[in-house]
Structures are given as C-alpha cells and as structure tokens.
C-alpha cells in the first residue's frame, strides 16, 4: 500500500547518493530532512519536506491511498546489527557475577568457562531450543530498532553441531521478518577433544567442515577468531583460503584482545570487514585502508568486559568506513540493543551522533553486503525504518536507557508496535 508520512520533524535518510559505504568525514552526512516526509510502498518512493509533499498531493504526482501524520517524530533507516551470536544455549550469569568480583574474562576461559561454556550447552540443545532462544533475543533486537542482523555460528565445534547451529540460522531466515546473514564460525575457539591438538582441529574444520557448509549453502561468510590464545595467523590463513576456494566471504574477530596484526590480515585476505580492533595498530589501520575493509566496532564487548575502547575517532580521521554493531552474546557482551551501542560510541569512543547513526545503518549494512538494498532511505530501497517519538535525533543520544523506538517498518510493513 503507498504511504505518506507527513510531519516528519526530523527525517535522517542517510542517503549516500548510491554509495555502497561512508568513509572518514562523509560518515558525519547524514541527510537530515527537517518537517520530512516520506512515500513508501515495499520500497522508498520518494523524500523531501512536508510542505514539498503537499505540493505534489495537490498537483495529483503523489496518488496515495494512506497518509499518516507523524506529529513531529524522528525517521531514521533501521539498524543493521553486522555481527551477532545470539543463536546460543545456556546462561552464563555465573561468570559475569565471577568477572564482578575481579576475574577477567580470559581468566574464566582459562578455568574451561568462556566460550567452552556455551559450546557445551549448545551440545546438549536440540534445534528447537536454539530457533527458540535466537528467535526471542532477535524479536527483542527488532523492538530496540534492527531492521537486518547477522548471526554467527561457533558454539558447536564439531561438525554435527556446527551444522546444527547454521540449520537454527537458517530457520530463523524463514521465521524474522528481517533480513539475516549466516556466518560460519566454527574457528571461535578450540573444542576440548583437540585441546593438545590444535592443528588437526584445523584440519577437520578445512577438509571437512567447510565443505559441508558451503555445499548445503548454509553460510555467506567464513569468520574466525584471530587473537592472543585462539586461531595464530598461519591458521586464519589457512581457514581462509579455504573458505574462499569454497566461495564463501570473510569476516574476521581481529585484535579483541592483543595486537597479532589480525587486521593486517583480513586487509590482505579482501575481508568484507574487520571486527573488534581493540589493540589494532597504526599498520592495522593503514593496511585496511588500503584494502578498503569495513571496521566494524563493537563498544559493547569493551564496555561489558572491561576493556580499552577501539580507537574510533583514529579509525575515522584515516578515513576508514566504521560500522557499529552489538557482539551480542553470552559472554563478552550480552545486549541486543543498538540504541545502547549507540550511546557508548558516543560518550566512550567519542564519535559524533552523526557518525555514530551513519555507522548503525548505511555502514552496517555495508558490513554485510546490503547496502544496496538497504541501509538509507533512498528512492528504490527497502522501506526499513524505525519511527521513534524524539523531536530530533539528537535526543535518542540525549535521553538515554530508554527504548525510543514506537514502531519499526520493514519492507514497508509495521512488524512493531511498541
Ligand atoms: O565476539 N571474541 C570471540 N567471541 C565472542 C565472545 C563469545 C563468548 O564469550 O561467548 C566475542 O566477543
Ligand atoms: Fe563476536
């Protein structure tokens, strides 16, 4: 059905004039419309001003058969979250409460908590119970505002569960009514039947996991965790060339806790995008550069695990295109909200609201490979869109803790009331 929204007070469309991402400065253009308006079927039909639509309505342009007053709330594109793991099983408050009382995060997985956790819960859960908890955490994700997210595997580390988790993904595919991208994370850590053995978990993973997944087309990336006590750089490297003779794309967990020159390698290996980046150094920063590599940044992980905040603004100055996403997950993150991850961008890696709303949509979307579809409000995307009640942008980031999305659009459908 063609819609106009009218007396829109402010109308962000991050409109990018067809570019695929925002690098450096052009990530603070955000193509605010004041008093917008907005035409959409499926897809953005037209933006400009209220009074702009009037003129079009009167002259008999604009053929509608709904208009709908927005009495002065905010429009923004909905948020792509480009890097999640929220299909998982188990708790793991036990360890945060640890982690509150001074243990550090790689002190628990030291202890056989961490990642190996969640891995033997997911062993000892059917698909159901995965589809179901994945489907929550994402219903929620799409109340706070995320219009398209991506979802990892990683918690199986064996074939069967590995398998078992892309199957969960893919039926939450056909069960959101948002757009999902699966990742292949089966290099998240190393499953304790190879604990002596690291190199043959290698092995299984390139001649027989990967395999798998690529013929049963269960995944778009390949992602692996490139860092100080995980996968070295020999073994990304090996994982990834694989996965790209296997026509899968790259994405990369690099640097989170120590510099291993993680993002040097994701630049070189034509990564969609370099995730975390904590501890990146300069070298890191220029090679992506170079390589054109998205960064996508994850204050969640840094806030919730105590850890130094990447360097955004460094990130931004060298012209880089950030993207901003949640991490969520049991462990070093566990928060769906992307209107929080947009609160500490600002306050604790000090980008501007601008950046730090182009980096959640066009950026995010960029990170996956979407933003041609998506990711703006331009003439002939998808119509994905979040309605909050703010009489402008600013105050999403002023008002914070609170959920300020009313309704979200996806495809032009209302799929949340809030
Ligand atoms: O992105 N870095 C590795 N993996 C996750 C943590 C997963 C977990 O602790 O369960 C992350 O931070
Ligand atoms: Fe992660």
């Known amino acids: 059905m063609k819609t106009l929204f009218t007396n829109i007070s402010s109308l962000v469309t991050a409109n990018s004039n067809g570019a695929i991402k925002k690098c450096g400065k052009e990530m603070s253009e955000i193509g605010e419309i004041k008093d917008g308006a907005l035409l959409i079927d499926e897809k953005i039909i037209w933006a400009g001003t209220t009074e702009e639509a009037e003129i079009k309505l009167q002259s008999g ?11 002065g709330k905010t429009i923004l594109p909905g948020f792509v979250d480009s890097h999640t793991h929220i299909v998982f099983a188990g708790d793991r408050s036990n360890e945060f409460a640890k982690r509150l009382r001074g243990a550090t995060y790689q002190e628990i997985a030291a202890e056989g908590g961490g990642i190996l956790a969640t891995v033997n819960a997911v062993r000892n859960s059917s698909i159901d119970e995965l589809v179901e908890n994945g489907y929550n955490i994402a219903m929620s994700a799409i109340r706070y505002g995320t219009t398209s997210m991506e979802i990892k595997s990683g918690y199986g580390l064996d074939l069967k569960n590995e398998i078992k988790m892309l199957e969960a993904i893919k039926e939450l595919k056909s069960k959101l009514p948002i757009t999902i991208k699966s990742t292949f994370l089966g290099a998240h850590d190393f499953p304790p039947e190879y604990k002596n053995n690291r190199d043959k978990y290698i092995d299984l993973i390139c001649n027989e996991m990967l395999p798998a997944v690529a013929e049963q087309k269960l995944a778009d990336y390949c992602d692996a965790f490139v860092d100080k006590g995980y996968y070295t750089i020999e073994q990304g490297e090996r994982i990834f060339r694989t996965a790209l003779d296997l026509g899968l794309k ?108 182009t980096a959640t949509t066009l ?14 409000l331009e003439p002939g995307k998808e119509a994905n869109f979040i309605v909050c009640d703010t009489p402008s942008y600013t105050n999403i980031f002023y008002h914070f803790g609170v959920n300020h999305v009313k309704d979200v659009y996806v495809r032009g459908d209302n799929v949340i009331n809030n």
């Open 61 to 71: 342009e604009f053929k509608l058969e709904r208009v709908v007053n927005m009495n």
């Open 363 to 376: 950026n995010g979307a960029a990170a996956l490979e979407l933003s041609d579809k998506m990711g703006s």
């Open 250 to 357: 790259l994405k990369v967990h690099a640097d989170e806790l120590a510099d291993v020159s993680a993002a040097s390698l994701a630049a070189r290996m034509g990564a969609v995008s370099a995730d975390h980046l904590l501890f990146i150094s300069d070298k890191g920063i220029a090679d992506m550069k170079q390589a054109g590599t998205i960064v996508a940044l994850l204050p969640g992980t840094a806030y919730f695990i105590r850890m130094p905040y990447a360097p955004a603004r460094k990130m931004i100055e060298e012209g880089l295109a950030v993207a901003l996403a949640t991490d969520c997950n049991p462990g070093s993150c566990f928060t769906e909200n992307m209107q929080m991850i947009l609160s500490l961008a600002v306050i604790n890696m000090k980008m501007t609201a601008e950046e730090a709303i």
